[in-house]
Each structure stands twice: as structure tokens, then as C-alpha cells.
């Protein structure tokens, strides 16, 4: 995969994940499984307890796994989710991601829990994903979209790859369809993009390339709740934390995390797993 075709924003992703201060970080606080945003059950539940239940519900969600489902992860991080679904359905499948420290965590997870010849982790980018057309059953993301420079192109790439029948099932932090990115700026300003997508965006960019939309759990709330309890474990743990991780990096993410839980909290952004088919 030739980092030429890498959009300014994907770079940027690629150069903020593989940093020792950002994998330490996520590590720490994620518990080294994940790194998306968690289903809530309440607002003290711990990070990697939600997180892990966003995978489950997001695996409810998707119809007909099992041993023969093969499965490929846009942005997968540590590979958390695939360990998922091949633990508990069985399905087969790759990792794609960007960071290189990243995917070695994911790779000696993988081995360490039995699961290195279920799941393959690859070195590459979503707006180039390096399979064939028609190549997995399930074409899955989460929180990952969001870093691409041209999203259109990243769909274009998850419908190709998708055989017919197959299932698009992903989550990722969204400007909600009633508002404009003016709230949204300071986000925008640290992850370097122009806008986040929308669920109107994603419903009509799939719709035109020709799937169909079979379930949208929108879950609003869950962005301030996620982010907010980041924010929070940060905060208590950060004696612990700043023993691996820069000051400068840490004063940076309470800022950021700070954005995130504002623009939740005004209605500003939105979330959800979005499922559709291709036919």
C-alpha cells in the first residue's frame, strides 16, 4: 500500500495513532482491547465494559454470522472487535489499520489468545483497501471514517470490496443532520478535516452506491457519555497515566475530549451503528 494515495487528513490520523504517546494513551485507558466509543449502560460503567458491549450489539446487529463469515475491519486499532466475533461466532477476517504500533498490539493480542489464524491484521488505508471486488462478507468500522479526507471514496471502497448479499455495519461520531459544522470547528481545527460526515451524508452516499439500509440505532447521547468518561478517567488517573504518556500530549486531550463532550451535549453531534445490504 503506497502512502502517496493517503488523503492530508488520513496522514494525519496516520501520524497522530502511531505515536507512542497516543498508543500508550488508548492503551491505558481503553484497556488495550478498543479504541471506539462505548454503549453506556450508565455514566460510571467502565471504558473497556462499554466498549465491548459496543461490539456485541454491534455483532446483534448483523445478520447471519458464523464460522464461514469473513469479515474485514476499516480502522480496526487493536483488533478488539474481530477477537469478538471470532470468539463468539466464529467468523474469519482482517484488520485494516494504519498504525504500525497499533497493529503489533493487535497481532500479539491475537497470538496471545489464540486467534492468530482467524484474523490476519494489514498495514493500509480505507480510501485504498487492498482486496478485490467482492471479498468479505461483512464489511464493518467504527469511529474510523471520520479521518478520511474524502469519505465518498472510503464507501466507494467498502461497497467494492462487499459480495453481494454481504452486510456494511459501522459506527462513527457524526454532525447531526439539523445543524451546521460552525460548533464543530474547534474538533475540526485538531483533527484537521473540513467537516465530519453526516447520517444524511451516509444514508444518501450508500443509498446512490446502491445498498440498502436495513437499521439505524441512533444513539445521540453516547457521544458525551463516552467522551465525558474519558475525559473523567483521564483526570483521576493522570498521576498514573503521565508515567507513560507526555504532559503536552495529556493538556491536549482533556482539550479535545472537552470539545467532544460540548459538541454532545449541544446536540451538535451525533452517533450510531448504521447496517445496510448490498443487493
Known amino acids: 500500500m503506497s502512502e502517496k494515495r493517503y488523503s492530508a487528513a488520513v496522514q494525519t490520523a496516520h501520524d497522530y495513532y502511531d505515536s507512542e504517546d497516543a498508543d500508550n494513551f488508548y492503551a491505558l485507558v481503553w484497556g488495550g482491547e478498543d479504541i471506539h466509543v462505548g454503549f453506556y449502560d450508565h455514566p460510571q460503567e467502565a471504558i473497556d465494559t462499554a466498549s465491548r458491549r459496543s461490539n456485541q450489539v454491534m455483532a446483534e446487529l448483523t445478520p447471519g454470522l458464523n464460522a464461514d463469515t469473513r469479515v474485514i475491519d476499516l480502522g480496526s486499532g487493536y483488533g478488539g472487535a474481530l477477537r469478538y466475533l471470532a470468539r463468539h461466532y466464529g467468523c474469519s477476517g482482517v484488520g485494516l489499520n494504519l498504525s504500525a504500533r497499533e497493529n503489533a498490539r493487535a497481532r500479539r493480542q491475537n497470538a496471545e489468545q489464540g486467534l492468530a489464524e482467524r484474523i490476519e491484521i494489514v498495514g493500509g488505508n480505507f480510501e485504498d483497501v487492498p482486496y478485490a471486488d467482492d471479498s468479505f462478507d461483512v464489511v464493518r468500522s467504527q469511529e474510523a471514517f471520520l479521518h478520511s479526507g474524502d469519505r465518498r471514496r472510503v464507501m466507494e471502497e467498502a461497497v467494492r470490496v462487499l459480495r453481494p448479499g454481504g452486510i456494511l455495519i459501522f459506527t462513527d461520531p457524526m454532525q447531526a443532520d439539523d445543524r451546521s459544522n460552525d460548533g464543530l470547528q474547534p474538533i475540526l481545527d485538531r483533527l484537521h478535516l473540513e467537516s465530519l460526515g453526516s447520517p444524511a451524508f451516509y444514508r444518501d452516499t450508500l443509498e446512490a452506491l446502491g445498498l440498502e439500509e436495513l437499521n439505524f440505532d ?37 482539550r479535545g475530549l472537552q470539545h467532544w463532550v460540548d459538541g454532545g451535549h449541544r446536540g451538535d453531534l451525533t452517533w450510531g451503528i448504521f447496517v445496510f445490504r448490498k443487493p
Open 218 to 254: 441512533q444513539r445521540g447521547d453516547m457521544i458525551a457519555a463516552h467522551y465525558g468518561r474519558v475525559l473523567e478517567v483521564l483526570t483521576d488517573e493522570e498521576p498514573q497515566i503521565a508515567q507513560a504518556v507526555s504532559t503536552a500530549y495529556i493538556e491536549r486531550m482533556k
